[in-house]
């Protein structure tokens, strides 16, 4: 069901065409964050870009809006809910969706059929994470002499998280 070799083939391929992209058309954006992603059940995959002033602007507007919600369940005595909207202190958007360069480079597969994760009740993802890690590793490698911001990460998802496992340029 999934081909390991063909899945590398297809997201190294993606990484170049993204990274060759961005050097190419988008050569003055400073790349906070990398995100790569893959849904077994759309056989899709994506890599995106987000800039740091994106990043913070969008953790201001999500905290915001759990600003108002959790100021409401505290008055009304409620902090299990409270709790559920406490703003966090994060400098960083993990949400892929709302990058500057959401879905940047795309890439259908070949390499295993959709609905793979719904067919196997997520055990693709014993199969699916390590090649996604290595990925992760090969694309880390590739993008250090990107235009980077301080504090640059890229991360790829895993089965409950869009943003799953990080490297960090120390």
């Known amino acids: ?32 964050t990398a995100s790569i992603w893959t849904d077994p059940n759309a056989a899709a995959s994506s890599i995106g870009f987000d800039s740091k002033e994106n990043s913070l602007k969008n953790v201001d507007k999500s905290n915001e809006w759990d600003k108002k919600y959790y ?64 990925i992760g590793k090969y694309a880390f490698a590739k993008i250090k002499n990107a235009n980077l911001e301080d504090g640059f990460e890229l991360s790829i998802n895993g089965k409950k998280d869009w943003y799953g496992k990080t490297w960090k340029i120390k």
């Open 71 to 134: 100021e409401k369940y505290l008055a009304e005595g409620n902090l299990e809910q409270a709790a559920l909207f406490k703003p966090e202190e994060a400098t960083r958007m993990f949400n892929p969706a709302d990058y500057n360069l959401k879905d940047f480079e795309e890439t259908s597969h070949k390499s295993f059929s959709k609905n793979w994760e719904s067919e196997t009740d997520g055990k693709c993802w014993t199969e699916l994470y390590p090649a996604l890690r290595e």
């Open 1 to 32: 069901m999934f081909n390991k070799e063909i899945y590398i083939k297809e997201m190294t391929k993606m990484v170049d065409n993204a990274i060759e992209r961005m050097k190419n058309e988008h050569s003055q954006f400073k790349i906070f």
